[in-house]
């Protein structure tokens, strides 16, 4: 299916490498031309590399912490108008109330809570003068319950939710689409490192984390190119008449109330 993205530009944050790195790399493959945004160099160096040589589509690096107020400002005022904005970088740490002070709590969320927000608030003004736009949360599962094993995580999650259908609701009357994408366990790096924290707690052992894998549907968690491929369709015209919405990729999980 051609998603009439050839000469697009997105703009992706978190974008070196798991979820963010496997968008990247569909949007290229539909001739989207990207502007990538992280804190690590070389693998976003290395990444922007690869798509221009395998996709022929412009691929730009922006080195930027979005935690710190001043570099996001500057940042979100130089980079050009996306067409396309994937809100996606994020890593709020885990754990319950008692293990997750405030420093932790607000160092996670000054990232992809108020993170996601800014940048929305700055590219939604230029989007809306520009008359076109569509703005995508990666958001996560785990807001649409409450656990306490990852009580900032739910947290923020539930209200990203909310900020997308909120925002969203409204968005069409300016030009701009806003919905949001909730993954459950992808297989990242991090999955691995969480699968492999919770082997070790529950056996003593984290190399009988694939046990723990096994209990997924399916027997695996979803590939990054799973979520991926959904950002590309709602990023497209062909989800011209979707806003406001939040669609879940867990399998069946949060459905079954599990």
Not at 107 to 129: D, P, Q, S
Not at 143 to 162: C, F, P, R, V
Not at 242 to 250: H, M, N, Q
Request: glycine share 12%; aromatic share 6%; net charge negative.
């Amino acid at each position: 299916m051609d998603l009439n993205l050839r000469g697009k530009r997105a703009l992706i944050t978190g974008a070196s490498r798991g979820i963010g790195a496997a968008i990247a790399e569909v949007l290229a493959e539909e001739g989207c031309d990207l502007d990538l945004a992280a804190r690590s160099e070389p693998e976003l160096e290395n990444l922007a590399a690869r798509l221009r040589a395998e996709h022929g589509v412009a691929a730009t690096v922006h080195l930027v912490d979005l935690r710190r107020g001043d570099e996001l400002d500057r940042f979100a005022a130089e980079v050009p108008v996306p067409d396309i904005l994937v809100n996606n970088a994020g890593d709020i740490p885990g754990g319950p109330l008692a293990a997750v002070n405030e420093e932790m709590w607000r160092h996670g969320w000054e990232l992809k809570v108020f993170g996601y927000i800014n940048l929305t608030r700055h590219m939604y003004a230029r989007m809306k003068a520009a008359g076109h736009g569509v703005i995508i949360n990666n958001i996560g599962a785990s807001g649409e319950g409450a656990d306490a094993n990852y009580i900032a995580g739910s947290t923020g999650n539930a209200a990203l939710m909310t900020f997308t259908r909120a925002l969203g609701g409204r968005s069409l009357a300016d030009g701009i689409r806003v919905v949001g994408v909730n993954p459950g366990p992808v297989a990242t790096e991090r999955i691995l490192t969480l699968m492999k924290a919770q082997a070790r707690a529950r056996f003593g052992d984290e190399s009988r984390y694939p046990e723990l894998t096994a209990m997924f549907p399916l027997g695996r968690a979803a590939s990054p190119r799973e979520i991926a491929d959904l950002v590309a369709f709602l990023a497209s015209d062909r989800s011209a008449y979707t806003t406001g919405a939040v669609f879940t990729v867990d399998g069946g999980v949060s459905a079954a109330g599990l």
